[in-house]
């Protein structure tokens, strides 16, 4: 019954590669969001879709580039990776309606890059 | 432009004891204000919000926000903190921004419990 759902929970890949992380919501929330997270905790948000619709783009490096196939998926890929986006990268959704309801969160991946 | 100051990186508490952490926010329009909290490797939960009426509000776990619009701030409070309170512990303020809402999150406080 998880709300908002990542995959995969731990990630650790070399300096380089190229990989992806997956985000579903089953609340029927328009909006989705990634946010990055650093090691002192602070929360950077990269991106936000709207009904599939790009919102928010943050400054952010071109290696990421979100994806988002339907309003209940949110896909964040990235190329080349580098020692600096290891990171936990948090998926969040929301219903832009209710504000009011505040965002729900994902549980997180935990990006290691050596 | 809306911005959020947590003035405590890191509050130690001995365990029973009361907390308070503080927040502080501008914003040049009205806001909805909210606390979020995150347990040890999880993802940020919602642990209350103020939207508007009553400027005290409560969550379930014995937490309370008092909204004080005069000195611009929402400090969470606990009279007496458990070990399982351990965690970190986000202000939020929320508007709409473009027909959007946009969130502006605190740098976040760091409540450790001692036992």
């Known amino acids: 019954d998880t709300a908002v759902s990542q995959t995969p929970k731990y990630l650790v890949t070399q300096m380089g590669n190229d990989k992806s992380i997956k985000c579903e919501q089953n609340?029927?929330?328009?909006?989705m969001y990634w946010y990055k997270q650093d090691s002192k905790k602070f929360l950077k948000i990269m991106f936000s879709y709207n009904n599939k619709e790009l919102i928010i783009n943050e400054t952010v490096p071109n290696r990421f580039s979100p994806k988002s196939p339907d309003k209940a998926h949110l896909n964040l890929h990235i190329n080349s990776l580098e020692l600096g986006d290891s990171a936990v990268y948090f998926c969040?959704?929301?219903?832009?309606?209710?504000?009011?309801?505040?965002?729900?969160f994902g549980s997180g991946t935990r990006l290691t890059v050596v | 432009a809306q911005s959020v100051t947590q003035l405590d990186s890191q509050v130690p508490v001995f365990e029973e004891a009361p907390v308070e952490l503080r927040c502080n926010y501008s914003s040049s329009v009205s806001v909805y204000l909210f606390w979020y909290v995150q347990y040890p490797n999880q993802g940020l939960q919602l642990l209350l919000k103020?939207?508007?009426?009553?400027?005290l509000v409560e969550s379930i776990n014995g937490f309370e926000a008092e909204f004080n619009k005069s000195q611009t701030s929402f400090h969470l409070r606990k009279p007496s903190v458990h070990i399982s309170d351990t965690a970190e512990y986000f202000c939020?303020?929320?508007?709409?921004?473009?027909?959007?809402?946009?969130?502006?999150f605190g740098t976040g406080t760091k409540l450790q419990v001692i036992p």
């Open positions: 969040a959704s929301s219903q832009v309606a209710s504000m009011s309801d505040g965002y729900t």
């Open positions: 103020y939207l508007s009426g009553s400027t």
């Open positions: 939020a303020v929320s508007r709409y921004s473009g027909g959007y809402q946009k969130v502006t």
């Open positions: 609340l029927g929330h328009d909006t």
